[in-house]
């Protein structure tokens, strides 16, 4: 199974961007699929999550601002961001919990990560 990410770059405050992540490979079902990210010297954060039922979760810090979607038939998950500030600034993530064959155990995978610069 493989993640594989587009639509980072620079923008500037106050402007938008829209990440995709697709996962392939051999998949069953896909039970969720979510965005972090990790700014230098800064762990790991949660941004937002879709499970497949379409709910979401986001951090408060993105809340208003971030939309997280997903489209089922593509294995693809979006992330809208507007209004982006330069405290967004980080390497973005896509995670996908993943149940690769029927009765299988599920595995979380990640992407190799697209970096968001905004810049003031």
């Known amino acids: 199974v493989q993640l594989v990410e587009s639509g980072g770059g620079l923008v500037q405050a106050g402007g938008s961007l829209r990440l995709s992540c697709t996962a392939s490979?051999?998949?069953?079902?896909?039970?969720?699929m979510g965005w972090y990210r990790q700014a230098p010297g800064i762990e790991r954060e949660l941004v937002a999550t879709i499970p497949s039922d379409g709910s979401t979760n986001y951090a408060d810090s993105v809340k208003g601002r971030f939309t997280i979607s997903r489209d089922n038939a593509k294995n693809t998950v979006y992330l809208q961001m507007n209004s982006l500030t330069p405290e967004d600034t980080a390497v973005y993530y896509c995670?996908?919990?993943?149940?690769?064959?029927?009765?299988?155990?599920?595995?979380?995978?990640w992407g190799q990560g697209t970096q968001v610069t905004v810049s003031s």
């Open positions: 995670n996908a919990l993943i149940v690769v064959h029927t009765g299988g155990p599920t595995y979380k995978y």
């Open positions: 490979g051999s998949i069953f079902s896909i039970l969720a």
